[in-house]
């Protein structure tokens, strides 16, 4: 199992019934920043992402569709869900489908295990049920229906009828792992974060643990169970083994599951019930290490609503990056999102903060100084002189950032490791306007003190393009190519940022990081 030098992340594996929205390509971005930065810090890093094929809800759509499931599943993993991470620039090292071989193969192991070992029996089960969650439903989980649906009780999250359901069912005994579960709450604090959604397991689990009813025998859309081929396994069973089976368990080389397990589960927060408390208890049946953490982030709302196709709330994230690029998408989310809670988006505040933040801030700030290098000096990197307390604050600000930003990472705050590094874009704009290199440049005698001035303020860019880089990597790896004199900006340790010196040389950058957008038009929001 992982000794604590490897990362290991994953992002939830998500329904194929319809196509993906900028929620879904939030947490997929989360994820990858997180993953990016781990891997320029040294670690041995993993990140997985994938798409959940079975269960009843993706039957009825592809029945509406009039294609089998499978059918439906492979055109939306081609047409829309691998493009995604193309399109947010997400680097995932895998990418799991709950109908690949080597997942049922994993799965029917793990199932067989649980059931030799007196985990799993077979019961009568009848109880509210909600397509859309692919979840029984308690009381406390209904809400009154509205509009068309007055009169009748409704899931509170998809706002759609439950169905009353009556079937013989196998049981897993999570009953069993009830206090359990409880203890691992209370010894490692930070198993569920943020503290929000930590709370609100722990007062579900508090309530009282039912045994959790893990087939249907009314569709046969899923993993056949192995001792009993008229049920097919309850999706969530199912899809919750795709974090290990991607790793090899089941199969004769799981080298990768011994070396990377447990993973860090970054996952929406209306769905960490499901890897905070069935997870564990079924990694705990199988003997099986708990995952390292469950991060359940926060929604993203669209006129105060969440992120809904049916609810025509869905933007499509192309709508986004065709006019900002990939990142400003990734930038925007993940800085002006607090990492945990809900966030608004809305066409003007991505529109200001790409204006004032990345074109006018961080952009304006590489092309002057890039510039002032080569009009001044033909693009080759003077030596630094003597420094003065200016030059030095902004030494030391690089240092400090590059290590309270590696410490946000760690806390999984990436809007604070973001803001961070953004005091020192500030600095350095402050800097330059404060040490006026265009009229030092003016008088032959300050010659040496144009140089140090330049060199420190590239020094500083430097230190915020490696940063960001996991955050940004197409605009970073643009601006290295400028002033990192060969190379590519990932091989640059994020963790140790601040320690660049500079290369010998600079060349004009083709053109700006982020070109100014004179005008957007507002998507379907």
């Given amino acids: 199992m992982s000794d604590g030098s490897s990362f290991s992340i994953t992002t939830p594996i998500f329904y194929v019934n319809d196509v993906p929205h900028i929620g879904h390509a939030y947490t997929e971005v989360a994820a990858d920043v997180l993953a990016r930065w781990h891997r320029q810090r ?66 029917t192991a793990f199932l067989q295990k649980l059931y030799d070992d007196g ?93 959790l009813s893990i087939s249907r025998s009314s569709f046969d859309w899923g993993i056949t169970i192995p001792w009993d081929s008229d049920h097919v396994l309850y999706v969530w069973f199912d899809a919750l083994l795709n974090y290990i089976t991607a790793l090899g368990y089941g199969s004769d080389d799981d080298e990768a599951f011994r070396r990377l397990w447990p993973s860090v589960h970054i996952v929406g927060k209306d769905i960490a019930r499901f890897h905070a408390v069935i997870w564990p208890a079924m990694l705990m049946a199988a003997g099986l290490p708990v995952p390292e953490r ?39 989310f993940l800085r002006a999102i607090t990492f945990g809670q809900d966030g608004n988006f809305s066409w003007e505040d991505i529109s200001a903060r790409y204006q004032a933040e990345l074109a006018n801030g961080f952009g304006n700030l590489a092309s002057r100084i890039v510039a002032m290098l080569n009009r001044y000096f033909d693009g080759a990197v003077p030596e630094r002189g003597t420094t003065t307390p200016s030059d030095d604050a902004i030494d030391a600000l690089g240092k400090s950032v590059t290590e309270r930003a590696d410490a946000s990472i ?52 430097g230190t915020v393009a490696v940063l960001v880089s996991p955050v940004m990597p197409k605009a970073t790896e643009k601006l290295w190519a400028s002033i990192g004199a060969g190379g590519s900006i990932t091989e640059q340790r994020v963790d140790r940022a601040w320690e660049w010196q500079g290369a010998d040389t600079v060349v004009p950058l083709e053109s700006g990081l982020f070109p100014r957008i004179e005008q957007v038009e507002q998507g379907a929001a």
């Fill in 42 to 107: 040294g670690d041995d890093t993993w990140l997985l992402t994938g798409t959940d094929e079975h269960g009843q809800k993706i039957l009825r759509t592809a029945s509406a569709n009039e294609v089998t499931p499978k059918e439906w599943a492979d055109r939306l993993v081609t047409e829309a869900w691998k493009p995604l991470l193309d399109t947010v620039d997400v680097a995932n090292d895998d990418f799991i489908r709950t109908t690949d071989e080597r997942h049922e193969r994993g799965v």
């Fill in 119 to 211: 985990y799993i029996y077979a019961g009568e089960f009848e109880g509210f049920y909600c397509v859309g969650c692919e979840e029984y439903k308690q009381p406390s989980d209904l809400v009154p229906g509205t509009g068309a649906y007055e009169g009748q009780q409704v899931c509170a999250i998809h706002s759609i009828p439950v169905e009353v359901l009556s079937e013989r069912n196998y049981f897993f005994r999570m009953s069993d792992f009830e206090q359990r579960l409880l203890d691992l709450y209370e010894s490692n604090p930070q198993f569920i974060q943020p503290e929000s959604v930590r709370n609100e397991i722990i007062s579900f689990v508090k309530q009282g643990l039912r045994d």
């Fill in 294 to 332: 469950v991060f359940g982030h926060g929604w993203l709302l669209v006129g105060g609503e969440k992120m809904s196709k049916s609810k025509l709330t869905g933007i499509a994230p192309s709508e986004i990056t065709d006019t900002f690029g990939s990142d400003a998408f990734r930038y925007y």
């Fill in 410 to 461: 760690a806390e999984f705050a990436p809007h604070d490791a973001i803001a961070t590094v953004w005091e020192l874009v500030d600095a350095l704009n402050g800097y330059i306007t404060e040490q006026e290199p265009w009229a030092l440049a003016k008088d032959d005698a300050q010659r040496e003190r144009l140089a140090t001035v330049l060199v420190t303020a590239l020094r500083g860019l």
